[in-house]
């Protein structure tokens, strides 16, 4: 059975805020976009970093995808603007179904290396999909075990010795 939903970017206003809701990682960054919403007029196409799939009128699927430039980049070779993907997430009763990676094909269609890291016990899901661990570096990731996806051409960066 194929899929019909389109992935598509948010919209930053209340109606995106409430269906964030319903997801279990709703946090700080939500929130942040609420402050942001409260002490400014937005008009209703301002771009957020989000995206999502709807089915009907509701928000199943969601993930938040960020442009890193290249002079922040310790994680590529060669060093180049890259895209931090965050709180991918399916509500419960469509996970399964490829929404999941339907979200991640879209964010490799920029054909930019992807970082993400990746919750607890979705490690698996993670690897189905081309992601690898990334050499771990203590300076660099400070606790966090980032996976990384590489496209064709572009390396891990190499460890730097101590």
Do not use: C
């Not at 976009?33 to 400014?40: G, K, P, V």
């Not at 965050?86 to 992807?114: R, T």
Request: aromatic share 14%; net charge negative.
């Amino acid at each position: 059975m194929s899929i019909s939903t389109e992935v598509q970017p948010l919209l930053i206003n209340y109606k995106t805020l409430e269906e964030f809701k319903r997801f279990k990682e709703y946090g700080l960054q939500e929130l942040t976009m609420l402050e942001d919403l409260q002490s400014n007029i937005v008009e209703n196409n301002s771009e957020s970093p989000f995206f999502g799939i709807y089915i009907g009128n509701a928000m199943i699927a969601r993930m938040s995808l960020y442009r890193i430039s290249a002079k922040y980049d310790n994680y590529f070779n060669p060093p180049q603007d890259y895209l931090e993907l965050w709180k991918l997430e399916v509500l419960k009763d469509y996970q399964g179904k490829g929404y999941g990676k339907q979200l991640v094909d879209f964010a490799k269609s920029y054909h930019l290396p992807i970082k993400t890291n990746p919750r607890i016990n979705s490690h698996g899901f993670w690897e189905r999909l081309g992601f690898q661990k990334a050499t771990y570096n203590m300076e660099r990731d400070r606790g966090e075990n980032p996976l990384l996806w590489l496209p064709e051409g572009v390396d891990e960066q190499p460890k730097e010795d101590s």
